[in-house]
């Protein structure tokens, strides 16, 4: 249980151009699901809070215009890189928070979607 | 405010040995600790976690993690590894529904 999907596994686009990634939960229901990027050799960093039916929260320095965040339903948030360029090739990763969960932050973690812009 | 913290970046074991990586965190609230274990372009797989109660906590593939409240720390351990242990470990530190903070990693590297 509590498996979470990301399409693409991996992506590579042309600078200027956007890309779509799409986090699902396949057998839960998310209220939240998070957004994180990982450069090569570094740990996770927090771009955004993905609420369903809400604005996502952005954290400081990350560019809402630039990452689009949707959360229409409670098993899918998607990402949109705009006019991406090759500073923003990394690998891109999402996670679930169960909604009703215990209180706590627990939370799965999809596959991760590498993205090269050229 | 929280954060973590890994010593070690890498750490090279042989085979059969026992292994112990290293997390510090620090919280301003009750904490909710985590260790993840991530493969190349994988994403990240929980092996244990600590919530509340007994500060000896058991995962998955034989690892397990103790909680010291006093140190501040929530080191991990196995007592004999295998190659297929060689991958990325992170510890993250959450309190509550506060956002989860991940430590910057430490790969071990198991040497056959």
């Known amino acids: 249980g509590a498996v979470v999907s990301q399409h693409p596994s991996w992506v590579i686009c042309k600078s200027g151009t956007s890309v779509k990634i799409e986090c699902r939960s396949l057998?839960?229901?998310?209220?939240?699901m998070f957004w994180y990027r990982q450069f090569p050799k570094q740990s996770l960093m927090l771009m955004a809070t993905?609420?369903?039916?809400?604005?996502?929260?952005?954290e400081q320095g990350v560019e809402k215009d630039k990452f689009l965040i949707n959360h229409a339903s409670l098993t899918l948030s998607t990402l949109t890189v705009t006019s991406a360029h090759p500073e923003d090739s990394s690998f891109y990763i999402c996670?679930?928070?169960?909604?009703?969960?215990?209180?706590?932050?627990?939370?799965?973690f999809g596959p991760g979607t590498r993205l090269t812009v050229l | 405010a929280q954060s973590v913290t890994q010593l070690d970046s890498q750490v090279p074991v042989f085979e059969e040995a026992p292994v112990e990586l290293r997390c510090n965190y620090s919280s301003s609230v009750s904490v909710y600790l985590f260790w993840y274990v991530q493969y190349p372009n994988q994403g990240l797989q929980l092996l244990l976690k600590?919530?509340?109660?007994?500060?000896l906590v058991k995962g998955i593939n034989g690892f397990e993690a103790e909680f010291n409240k006093s140190q501040t720390s929530f080191h991990l351990r196995k007592p004999s590894v295998h190659i297929s242990d060689t991958a990325e470990y992170f510890c993250?530190?959450?309190?509550?529904?506060?956002?989860?903070?991940f430590g910057t990693g430490t790969k071990l590297q198991v040497i056959p």
């Open positions: 057998d839960f229901q998310a209220t939240t």
């Open positions: 996670s679930a928070r169960i909604a009703g969960g215990p209180g706590y932050n627990e939370q799965f």
């Open positions: 993250a530190v959450s309190g509550g529904y506060q956002k989860v903070t």
């Open positions: 993905s609420n369903e039916g809400s604005k996502a929260t952005y």
């Open positions: 600590y919530l509340s109660g007994s500060t």
